[in-house]
């Protein structure tokens, strides 16, 4: 059949599930933001500004499978790198679009606007295939065929792909297929399969203390279910790693907690440590989810991969990690239930109301009792992601943190998406004033489409972050001291927003136990040098990676200390 | 002398003329903000987000010769890279400074936060090789050499350069030279440069309608003066390209308008285009400064480049502008003055009073009776630009546009810049409400350092240049509407900031005419069909180009015309 490339790209993505696509309006993507009002589907999200759309379309892929924004060329385009990079980092499937420069523009040798009007060429193209998995200029030739490349190829890597459709393609009609775009694998080479899944079950039946750790690509190449299905048959316990926090259910008497070296607790770290037959999937060692290198992985642990297999004495390229968890639930015997929980009970003190200041303790504390089964819950880095990582978890609950790529700012914009995504579920933000103020103006498009999330803000003077890293009073840590409450009011003249500025836990439970209509917007007050102690300690090894043995680090009050904290 | 690197990095932009840097902090660059902090130069002016950081610094960078920002690794450098490639496009010479992963860990392999965490290195590093004119990794080996060689780099160049200081590195001593770091170039081939002025003074004595046409390297190379001493010398017309405005006076006499193809008067058109000597000054055919090609430069045209110039029948690679002007006004001998002012004179009719909604027209109109001589005008792209381009300038003010990158919200950030670099002169910005939600919390860092600029926001709810290309009635063409005023209020808890909102030219008038105290901060309230006359006209082309034949911007009500515009 015959069809505009523009509206067969769009239709693609319909086809894969992508209900909703950001970004921003320019003249060189006028053209495919009018097909795609014509055709009425995906629907058009417009952001206030490109990185917001990036994020916001990594939220989504997070919830949805997949993910795509639209940009416009070099301004736009390069706006939403560090959005782009992020997704990358963190296995995220994003298809980013930008409308670039008309075709005959390039074949002419004509310098135009948005580029570097330099008489060179692809400078943009080649800057993206940095920060993604596969990249295609859009010709008429070749847009049936890289199009549903670059979306399998999102889909199945879990990384973001770049595609260029110049502005005077986009109405170009072409024979396209009929048939509809499916997302699957292609199957694991059988033997290898047989013989993987032969070793593992034998590893397992001889070991004595099996375990289970989880990282991000548990959930990125949905198998969440099948792993809790296997630890539920072989009674495993699980543990997870911080970017994976949630994947496995906490409240399950299987898990194990958290690990992340020495920043673990005693027993979980125990657990992995020592394991003699320790399963790992998508096992990745960053400094920030191994406690700035202090893990201790067995070294005959077997690495379950995406696409591959990786153990002390072998290897597997060609198994897919879904196939292999679904023929290791068949080829196992069910073991009988025990409990082999480790992790430690969370606090279960007093909950004791004051009109004290409020500390990161008593603040947290409270969100433990906040949160409800199927909340979906994102946390931007800081003393908010670390808040969170001492939480135990409700049923059904969705956690979303950026901890390896750790943009600030990142949240808000991934909560748009996630909202877009999955509406019908309660979700929470919390974020701190330094991370709000890099997106800001992202929540104005939450109102703008009716959405009514909880975010809670943490007004504490600045980057309490790196005051535990260096510069624990510097002026550089400092931020501006905005009315958040009317700051967010303003984004919009017909939403209704409930604000509230909270400065102690009685003023925090108040808020927390009545009944809300509109989106939720609470200001926490807090001291600058108030931050979870597990912060505090995991960041002194970071700053000592950081800046070396001549860094600055250890000067007397560089940093914020355990001692102080409230 | 024995010097830390960070120490000695920050002693040479200093010795530059770099009074102060932007940036936000991360974890990379704390040890280097320490540094800045402990010395107490240049001032750190810390930003909301890395976008608006470089934007800032090329605003700095216009005013002041030279700018700087620090950003984190990846999440920081990747975010601000709109910003430097738009230096790069505009000329803006700009030193960013990237805080790297430690050399410990690159040296090592270890996988690092910031980073893509995959084992790959120097992706972002080869990124932004792409936007800037050159990079370097310091070393203790290197830093020294490779720290002056990227100022003087961007410095000749003109252009923006990368350097990575990773965060281990920032505190190592090395040895440094105690001398200063001067700026300047080598000096021209003396014979090339004789040879080449003699070539240009035989045309000019020979020439019949001799004239100069300027582009945006005039001020970037620092020549306005000189090239106004010599057209005054030879009393030769002078017509600026639209991204060069003001760069010559516009009430001199000899002042010819501004060019740009079919877009320009037919005066100045006829002036250039006829010359049987133009001389251009860093001439560079864009779409967006030629009326989308509609251009017709003389082919026996001389332009003067940077470093080099360029005539029908031979070229001078080894010849520097700033030289050559100098030397051309010394050997040409002096001509009567004449009155050749051909640009159409400036609206004079009643200025008429009204409570009608108010027109860009009106507003137009207000805005040339408003500004002043001396003043820094900065106008974002789309109906502000295009209604500045009919304004007549006043005599030493200067006029800031991005009109061949053309990022929105780009105006926002370099108005800090701006007035970072000159707070003595009076700073007025004109934007739009699309514009302006890009980057809208950086006035928190203008409010924060006490700065008191004009800013005249357009809310014609969303991006009226685009409905002039494609979209007039279209959704993605909307913004949310947001009270900009309040937003405006809620970003200081300090700062005196004067808002108003205006519907009329009798409401307008009285903010224009009475005194001020604080920041002036205007929201002007107009028809989302109504734009300057100029840009419609423009537009018209500029899809025809984008599109091609088979795009939509033919179909009826696909663009706003020039009929409804009020």
């Known amino acids: 059949m015959i069809q505009r490339i523009g509206e067969f790209l769009l239709r693609r993505l319909e086809e894969v599930g992508v209900r909703h696509i950001f970004g921003v309006p320019g003249d060189y993507n006028l053209e495919l933001l009018q097909q795609l009002e014509d055709r009425r589907g995906p629907e058009w999200v417009g952001n206030c500004n490109e990185l917001n759309a990036a994020y916001a379309a990594d939220g989504y892929a997070r919830m949805n499978g997949l993910g795509a924004l639209i940009v416009t060329d070099g301004v736009g385009s390069l706006s939403a790198m560090n959005g782009i990079a992020g997704s990358y980092c963190e296995h995220v499937p994003v298809i980013c679009v930008c409308g670039s420069i008309p075709q005959e523009a390039v074949d002419c040798g004509w310098l135009m606007h948005h580029t570097m009007a330099d008489g060179s060429q692809d400078r943009f193209y080649r800057a993206f295939a940095e920060v993604t998995v596969a990249q295609a200029k859009l010709t008429p030739e070749n847009a049936v065929v890289e199009i549903d490349r670059l979306i399998l190829t999102a889909w199945r890597e879990k990384l973001p792909v770049y595609m260029e459709l110049p502005s005077d393609v986009g109405y170009v009609e072409v024979d396209v297929p009929e048939t509809s775009l499916t997302l699957s694998y292609p199957p694991s080479d059988e033997e290898s399969l047989a013989r993987c899944c032969e070793k593992i079950v034998a590893r397992l039946q001889h070991a004595a203390s099996p375990a289970l750790l989880l990282d991000i690509d548990t959930e990125r190449f949905g198998v969440a279910t099948r792993v809790a299905a296997l630890a539920e048959r072989l009674q495993l316990p699980v543990a997870t790693m911080p970017g994976s926090k949630g994947m496995f259910c906490e409240q399950s008497p299987l898990f194990a907690g958290v690990y992340c070296g020495a920043c673990s607790g005693a027993e979980v770290r125990e ?34 991969n995406g696409q591959s297999v990786c153990m002390e004495d072998d290897n597997f390229e060609d198994v897919y990690l879904g196939e292999l968890l679904s023929l290791l639930v068949r080829e196992t015997d069910a073991k009988s239930k025990r409990d082999c929980r480790v992790v430690e009970s969370s606090d279960a003190e007093t909950w004791d109301l004051s009109r004290r200041p409020l500390s990161q303790r008593e603040y947290w504390q409270a969100m433990q009792r906040f949160i409800l089964p199927g909340d979906l819950l994102v946390a931007e880095n800081g003393t908010s992601g670390a808040g969170v990582a001492g939480l135990r978890l409700p049923c059904r609950s969705t956690l979303i943190t950026q901890g390896v790529w750790g943009s600030i700012g990142y949240s808000l914009g991934c909560l748009l998406g996630t909202l877009m995504a999955a509406p019908e579920r309660r979700q929470i933000l ?16 939450i109102l703008r489409y009716e959405l009514k999330p909880y975010i809670f803000l943490i007004n504490n003077g600045g980057y309490t972050i790196e005051r535990t890293i260096l510069g624990r009073t510097a002026k550089y840590n400092d931020i501006a001291n905005w009315r958040y409450t009317e700051m967010a009011k303003s984004l919009s003249r017909t939403q209704e927003i409930e604000t509230f500025v909270v400065h102690s836990s009685l003023e925090l439970d108040a808020v927390l136990s009545s009944a809300h209509r509109g989106m939720v917007f609470v200001e926490v007050v807090m001291d ?19 800046y070396g043995p001549s860094g600055p680090q250890s000067a007397l009050g560089a940093q914020i200390t355990e001692a102080e904290v409230r």
């Not at 004033?433 to 498009?445: I, R, V």
């Open 271 to 304: 657990l992995v440590e020592s394991s003699d037959c320790l399963l790992t999937i998508g096992y990745r060692r960053v400094d920030s989810t191994s406690g700035t290198f202090t893990d201790d992985i067995p070294g005959n642990a077997i690495h379950l």
């Open 430 to 445: 919390w974020i701190g004033d330094g991370s709000f103020q890099l997106t800001a103006q992202e929540l104005s498009t």
């Open 528 to 546: 600058p040098m108030d931050a979870p102690v597990g912060l505090i300690r995991g960041m002194q090894a970071v700053a000592n990676l950081d």
